[in-house]
């Protein structure tokens, strides 16, 4: 059986050809954990464990690395207006991830890196980029000189001059389009000592630097939600092929949770938290729900109230209504089976196929170059 993957770069569905027979080297782009998990915010861990487990059917040997964001702009800001220390506000909900990740069946990845851990990584590749002529220091704080690598863009589709990444200006910023790899330190704020002094790393470039210390300059699968896709992922990019690296060979994008057509988002207050939403429904119907929608879009809630969590009855293929169909199965847990004229694609937005075996899913693949 072929394994086919709809990759954002090139736009394309492709057969999976690994960089080493036999091995499967994955990164997912994991929490900023900021607060309590919604059912948006778990969607990627359940649709590329589909993944993995499909893999490890097919004998792969799987490195998953699946990073935390413990350091960031509304870590510190959340902490600062509950009054609470940020290490201890971001261990909260740290552990409220993975409470959420082992309900939903999710399997623990192979290693699971902080970004707070990984400095010295982040300080060796921002050298490389300075080196290379690819970064500047300015009062403190690293910028990415997005002109310097004419590439920048290929991922999402945005062209140079629509190009906003969503922060400040920044001191000594030369260009707005340009991002930040490093924060100068600010009273009252966490920080590091590095070359260029002390301060706290950009969300982008933690991921880079984490991706390759465990899975080398060159690796296999990079995959998280569409949202993604730009500034985070087009700038993962940038900095590493910049330095000189390979970095992802396939890039996969899983659709947003949607409730009443817009993003399940906390700025827009329509978030469904992981324990609320398992007082009405079983966990194995919250998975399949999360890793079946409807072909080809992203998975919508419907904005009324979720059905009442049914009874036990001993029936595995008892549904939630309107939700989910058929049985909640985990792909790993049947064992691979027999499908030797299937290929199976994951794309974006992984459903079963009906006509395939519970080891298979299949997707069709969707856009990915608006955020």
């Given at each position: ?338 499908s030797p004229t299937h290929s199976t694609t994951i794309s974006g937005c992984p459903r079963r196929s009906p006509r395939s075996t519970a080891g298979a899913v299949r997707a069709?693949?969707?856009?990915t170059t608006e955020t």
């Amino acid at each position: 059986m072929t394994l086919r993957l709809f990759d954002t770069e090139t736009r394309a569905v492709r057969d999976f050809e690994p960089l080493v027979p036999g091995h499967a080297s994955v990164y997912l782009c994991g929490a900023t954990v900021q607060g309590e998990p919604h059912i948006g915010h778990v969607r990627s861990g359940v649709a590329f464990d589909v993944l993995r487990r499909w893999l490890e059917a097919k004998a792969f040997d799987v490195a998953f690395v699946r990073n935390v964001t413990d350091i960031d702009d509304k870590i510190l800001r959340k902490a600062g207006e509950a009054g609470r220390p940020w290490w201890e506000w971001k261990t909260t909900y740290e552990r409220a991830f993975t409470r959420a990740y082992d309900a939903l069946g999710v399997l623990p990845p192979s290693v699971e890196p902080r970004a707070t851990g990984h400095i010295t990584q982040m300080v060796d590749l921002m050298q490389r980029l300075i080196d290379a002529g690819h970064a500047y220091a300015s009062d403190g704080n690293v910028y990415f000189d997005v002109m310097s690598f004419p590439e920048y863009g290929a991922l999402s589709g945005h062209k140079l001059d629509d190009v906003h990444q969503g922060e400040s200006v920044g001191q000594g910023k030369r260009d707005p389009r340009d991002f930040t790899l490093w924060k100068a330190e600010k009273a009252g704020e966490p920080s590091w000592p590095t070359p260029w002094g002390r301060g706290r790393p950009g969300w982008h470039l933690e991921c880079s630097a984490m991706a390759e210390f465990y899975l080398g300059g060159t690796f296999d699968i990079h995959c998280g939600g569409m949202d993604l896709v730009f500034p985070h992922h087009e700038n993962e990019i940038a900095q590493a092929r910049a330095a000189g690296d390979g970095f992802a060979r396939y890039w996969l994008h899983n659709g947003w949770v949607t409730m009443g057509g817009e993003k399940m988002s906390k700025s827009l207050g329509n978030v469904l938290s992981i324990p609320n939403v398992l007082t009405r429904v079983r966990a194995q119907e919250l998975r399949y729900y999360l890793a079946a929608p409807t072909t080809g879009r992203c998975s919508n809630t419907p904005t009324r109230r979720w059905p009442r969590r049914p009874q036990p009855t001993g029936d595995s293929s008892r549904s939630c209504s309107r939700h989910v169909t058929g049985p909640a199965t985990f792909p790993s847990e049947r064992g691979p089976t027999r499908s030797p004229t299937h290929s199976t694609t994951i794309s974006g937005c992984p459903r079963r196929s009906p006509r395939s075996t519970a080891g298979a899913v299949r997707a069709t693949k969707h856009s990915t170059t608006e955020t």
